[in-house]
């Protein structure tokens, strides 16, 4: 006889910072011409092979990873320490 328990339904994850600030870090990341985030019609790959959505991953791990360490973006923009 198997059990089956039911899991909660949860919703995504709420981001850590708005999706402003990670793209400007995603452009920060960027060392190329133009602007890396602008769609390109021209481009046929799958959306997670792209530049724009691998500059995003990587701006959302840097992000996390700040957060471990303890700093926070505040409401302005800027880091702080989180209390």
Do not use: F, N, Q
């Not at 039911?6 to 850590?16: D, S």
């Not at 793209?23 to 990341?29: E, G, I, T, V």
């Amino acid at each position: 006889m198997v059990t089956r328990v039911p899991t909660p339904v949860r919703g995504a994850p709420r981001p850590l910072v708005p999706p402003e600030v990670r793209d400007a870090l995603a452009r920060c990341l960027y060392d190329g011409p133009g602007d890396p985030l602008a769609p390109d019609a021209t481009d046929h790959r799958p959306d997670d092979v792209r530049m724009s959505a691998m500059l995003r991953r990587r701006a959302d791990r840097m992000i996390a990873a700040l957060a471990a360490a303890g700093l926070v973006v505040t409401a302005d923009g800027g880091l702080a320490r989180a209390a």
